[in-house]
């Protein structure tokens, strides 16, 4: 069973920027699909990125153009780089095997003036 440990969340104003990160406590070069959850208050987890063991990438089309999902596969590391960050986009964020294992604590993600 594979660990994962969210970070790189915080506060940041509208049109700022995150990088968040999942650390794996073992290889994830064998996992095909990956991918990022958000959980925004009063609403149901919800999938916004994956990415494949060959690179290919998908993207809900609330973040679209906005975020980018990556994975260094050495380092046993999801990454999701988060720009023109809007307050809608505020909720904790999650990374997961698909289909999904274990859930790690997450991240929260605040955008706010």
Not at 19 to 37: H, K, Q
């Amino acid at each position: 069973q594979v660990q994962l440990v969210e970070s790189g969340g915080g506060l940041v104003q509208p049109g700022g920027s995150l990088r968040l990160s999942c650390a794996a406590s073992r290889s994830i070069f064998s996992i095909y699909v990956m991918g990022w959850y958000q959980q925004a208050p009063g609403k149901q987890r919800e999938l916004v990125a994956t990415i494949t063991s060959g690179g290919s990438t998908n993207y809900a089309d609330s973040v679209k153009g906005r975020f980018t999902i990556s994975r260094d596969n050495a380092k046993n590391t999801l990454y999701l780089q988060m720009d023109s960050l809007k307050p809608e986009d505020t909720a904790v964020y999650y990374c997961n095997r698909i289909p999904e294992g274990s859930w790690g604590q997450g991240t929260q993600v605040t955008v706010s003036s």
